[in-house]
């Protein structure tokens, strides 16, 4: 007894509506929870973010995929289960007034509605009763008739199906979350459990992941990911699993006949797109189709949506010029592929070059930040008057060309991030190739700008580099500097003085660039000189440049330099770029040259046969929301007793201001119904 | 029998004839869009433009004044066309472009207008003037009709760019904000009429306000009016009906929340005898809520059908999804608190304004503070 009891008291609490309020409540909160810490990211990220203390902890509580979590999934359990007995509980009461007309009410309790009112009427009850009726009709009310002793009363009502929305609407919540529940990750979890599947780390050869970690054809519920390079072909997906990955196999391959990927000339991103050809293991049967952004395409079940691409091993062709002093003075052809690494450990070297990623252009506003002139504020309005066509601030959007990302790394295992471009950008009015660094994956890059010759070409740089960074050649450079700068009258000591301090200029630039000279000035020169001094030694590295560079080209066997004006401004882009180079971090510089760009598509694959359960859940829901909101139910109560007196009670299920308005509308329509002027 | 006719006459025999000129306008301008337009539209852009008469015609017919508000958006859209002739440049180069209905300059003086229309509004309530108020009224239809204008020749104006960047104009934070400020104008309007009272529309235009100051920070600090093309994502017909579907639920949130504070301080006894009873105010908060919730119910489904398109999976708690899916509850829970016996009062008026919290959040908090997949311009 005691027992029945309390399983009526929980049936009570669940559904009850404060237990729903509180409930929805809840679920708000927690899903707040999983929007607060990012969710899904790999294990790594989250141990950096919260520390090795917390990240277990957090682990536990599964914070990283809450909506799958177990509380997670029970609050939702309680909600599916409220519902249900909310709506058990109601079933009955319900369709009991759906169907009745309480044409039983008794006149005590007709007068204690809030809208009611009493009047008298004229007509004898039989011909009240016709029209009443008619009126009822003409309204929209459906009607049941009682006589009884002191009078007939007419019990109407309208608009009973607002009910209908509430079983529609509420069961379509059981439905949903029953439907969400088939496509989420829980039938997954169920094989792991019982089919013994394990996840694998995602880093070795598709054919060495054991069966375990297999997903067969058979599997009627998943999401993953194919990832197939242009010309090849796969017929499995990856499916991210905690922190691991599972292999589901596909009933059929495709294959990537072409990437398609196209831009705005803002750059922004306008088409992704793969041309695919799908054949079904099964069948041999095949298909030709292209797969769009929006536009999914369904085989054997499975839906496939374009989700990303990649690189897919793009081949790059390099030039490796060495920065070293006394390197090599050729630059070396090499070829590397994206996403690949690749050792490097000829010539003294012993680096790996792991290339990363491949971009075919890259757009970038080329558009001089002009300060902006103070115009006054009408003026200002008036910029932002017109179409919203045109930006109130110039934009030259420019390709830039091919550039390349990859990391450096030597033998400690220590690795520095590069960004080269393959063709020279112009900035400041002249041509450079850009390179830049960074010491960590979060930090912008540095760039160094490799000046462009006469030729537009970066070949003189490294050339007046070599030279001037060789000590062998510092006196050579210093006497030849000293003989151009001084005339020939001058004294030997002031000549020997003069070739003295090149030399050991040229040294200090050679070991530390503007550094070392900038600390040789701090400590040997009184402070009101320094600026002095400093135009000196800079007067004397773009001389000694200018020498340098004669003297590469005569190495070279090149024809004598012809003056020129363009050349003083190579030769100070000179000095900074070889200043930047001995902060470069890496001793060789790679020039992109050329590629082969590979294009790869990842296509999510997904069956779920959840989703026609969750659209015919959605489709009740707004019916049953729309149902229960608009439609409203009314009783009307019209009693006309034979003494001449008459009752008018309306009720309706939800408490609004119409309701009033309604009421005295119908009672004013019935007391002129059963008072007719005498004369119509 | 004249009276008892009234509400079971088939609708159409209620239709007066500037309803029928109205409906047939519609019609007409829908098949001239079609005949026009329709080689930039696919099959669904087609079905949800013939589905927008019968729309737009119950709009009118329920809502009389709406027919003239759209019949001058589109006649003043119609003039900005005409005068661009097919030429961006001659933005610059016509007055009346230049000064009053190219889109950019029409969005400023919805922006001007709506700002009068709140002083105007707040002027009725400290004065009592019902003058004020009426002038609150008229001008916040104009800033409406602006608006409207604006996005309509927005519209326009992205095509001109280009056909390829050519969409309608709902697709980034600034175009969705303009959309706000009209849809939640508009349903104080329509509110408006419905109860006979403009003494709301100090508290309403005051959150419109705040979203069209919004908006003019983001043009002048950010420059955001530029249009910008689509990316892939949201090159879809579902942009159509999934975003105003949104906004007509924000709207409505938004006004629940605003009519809430006059009812919280009508309870109070705080301006009681100027504002419209407590039930008036309730009743007004419940019918928002009731709108908002049905829309936005449609919304984040209609949100579902076109992430199952675009990314493979009807719901991936995404956090913009999550965020309304939190609205969503929210609002939920109101009507059943408004159900419970107990809970209601002023209640429901707190309960009300943290809504707006909770829906501000979804619309720019998540924008600014978290990342996902949405991708309508991060602050
Ligand atoms: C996500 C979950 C839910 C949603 C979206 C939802 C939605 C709604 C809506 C829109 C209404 C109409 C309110 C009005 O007319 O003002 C309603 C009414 C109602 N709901 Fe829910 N509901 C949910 C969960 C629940 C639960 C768990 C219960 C049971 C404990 C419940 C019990 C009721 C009842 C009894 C009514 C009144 C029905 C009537 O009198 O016609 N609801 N619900």
Known sequence: ?680 | MEIAQKESSPLLRRLSPGDWLYALALAGGALFALRQYGGFMDVYDKAILLFTVPGLAAMGFAWKPFRAFLAASTALALVSIALYQGDLARAEQVFFLKYLISSQTAIMWMSALFFIATGAFCLGLAARSDFADATGSALTWCAVTMGTTGLMVRWYESYLIGADVGHIPLSNLYEVFVLFALMTGLLYLYYEGRYATRRMGAFVLLVISAAVAFLLWYTFSREAQEIQPLIPALQSYWMKVHVPANFIGYGAFALAAMVGVADLLVRKGILANRLPPAEVLDDVMYKAIAIGFAFFTIATILGALWAAEAWGTYWQWDPKETWAFIVWLNYATWLHIRLTKGLRGPMLAWWAIAGLVVTAFAFVGVNMFLSGLHSYGSL
């Open chain 1, 1 to 680: 007894m005691r027992h029945r009891s309390t399983l009526r008291a929980i049936y009570e609490l669940l559904s009850s509506m404060r237990f729903a309020i509180s409930l929805l409540t809840l679920l708000g909160v927690a899903s707040i929870i999983g929007t607060v810490v990012k969710q899904n990211e790999p294990y790594n990220n989250y141990l950096n973010q919260f520390g090795p203390f917390w990240f277990p902890v957090f682990e536990k509580l599964g914070l990283y995929s809450v909506y799958n979590s177990f509380w997670f999934l029970t609050i939702l359990g309680f909600l599916v289960l409220s519902t249900s007995a909310c709506i058990l509980r109601q079933t009955r009461p319900m369709l009991r007034d759906m169907r009745g007309f309480r044409e039983h009410a008794r006149e005590a309790s007709l007068s204690s509605f809030a809208h009611h009112a009493r009047f008298a009427h004229s007509l004898p009850v039989a011909q009240a009763k016709e029209a009443v009726e008619a009126y009822l009709r003409n309204n929209g009310f459906s009607t049941r008739i009682n006589g009884r002793e002191d009078g007939i009363l007419l019990a109407a009502k309208q608009g009973s199906w607002t009910r209908i929305g509430y079983f529609l609407a509420h069961g379509a919540i059981v439905l949903i979350c029953l439907g969400g529940l088939l496509d989420g990750n829980l039938p997954l979890k169920i094989q792991m459990a019982l089919g013994g599947k394990q996840v694998t780390t995602g880093n070795q050869l598709i054919s060495r992941i054991p069966d375990t970690s297999r997903l067969g054809v058979d599997n009627w519920s998943f999401r993953g990911n194919v990832f197939i390079p242009e010309g090849k072909s796969a017929n499995t997906a990856v499916l991210n699993v905690q922190d691991g990955i599972l292999l589901q196999d596909l009933p059929f391959t495709v294959s990537l006949r072409k990437f398609h990927l196209e831009h705005y000339e803002s750059g922004m991103p306008k088409r992704f797109a793969s041309d695919i050809i799908i054949t079904e293991n099964a069948t041999g049967k095949s298909v030709e189709k292209t797969i769009e952004v929006n536009k999914p395409f369904e085989f054997a079940g499975v839906m496939m949506y374009q989700a990303s691409f990649e690189d897919g091993g793009s081949r790059l062709h390099l030039l490796g010029h060495d920065l070293r002093s006394g390197g090599a003075p050729r630059p070396l052809a090499t070829e590397a592929v994206v996403g690949e690494a690749m050792a490097l450990k000829t010539a003294g070297f012993d680096y790996t070059l792991e290339l990363g990623s491949f971009r075919a252009f890259n757009i970038e506003n080329m558009a001089a930040d002009k300060p902006e002139a103070d115009t006054g504020n009408f003026a200002r309005l008036e910029k932002h008057l017109g179409s919203g066509a045109r930006s109130p601030t110039a934009k030259d959007m420019q390709n830039v060309g091919p550039s390349i990302q990859f990391k450096l790394r030597d033998s400690a295992g220590q690795a520095r991030e590069y960004q080269n471009f393959m063709q020279p950008i112009r900035q400041d009015g002249a041509w450079y190739l850009l390179t830049g660094m960074r010491d960590s994956p979060s930090a912008p890059f540095r760039f160094m700008r490799i000046p462009m010759d006469d030729d537009g070409r970066p070949d003189s740089w490294f050339a007046i580099r070599r030279v001037m960074l060789d000590p062998t050649r510092h006196p050579d450079i210093a006497r030849r500097f000293t003989a151009t700068a001084l005339g020939a009258d001058t004294s030997p000591d002031v000549r020997a003085r003069m070739q003295e301090t090149t030399a050991s200029t040229l040294e200090l630039f050679a070991r530390g660039g503007f550094e070392s000279l900038g600390k040789f000035i701090e400590n040997t020169i009184p402070e009101t000189e320094r600026d002095k001094a400093a135009d000196v030694f800079i007067k004397i590295l773009e001389g000694s440049a200018w020498e340098a560079w004669k003297m590469a080209r005569a190495d070279a066997g090149l024809p004598a330099l012809v003056p020129a004006a363009q050349h003083s401004r190579l030769l100070r882009d000179t000095l900074n770029a070889t200043n930047d180079s001995l902060h470069y971090g890496a001793p060789v510089y790679f020039q992109p040259v050329g590629f082969d760009e590979v294009r790869a598509t990842v296509l999510q694959v997904t069956r779920s046969p959840g989703k026609p359960i969750v659209y015919l859940g959605s489709l009740l829901l707004v019916l049953g929301v729309f149902a229960m909101l608009y439609v409203r139910e009314r009783r009307l109560f019209v009693l006309i007793k034979d003494t001449g007196e008459a009752l008018v009670a309306l009720s309706s299920n939800r408490k609004s201001m119409d309701v009033e308005e309604r009421f005295r509308r119908h009672r004013d329509d019935l007391t002129t119904l059963l008072n007719p002027s005498p004369r119509s």
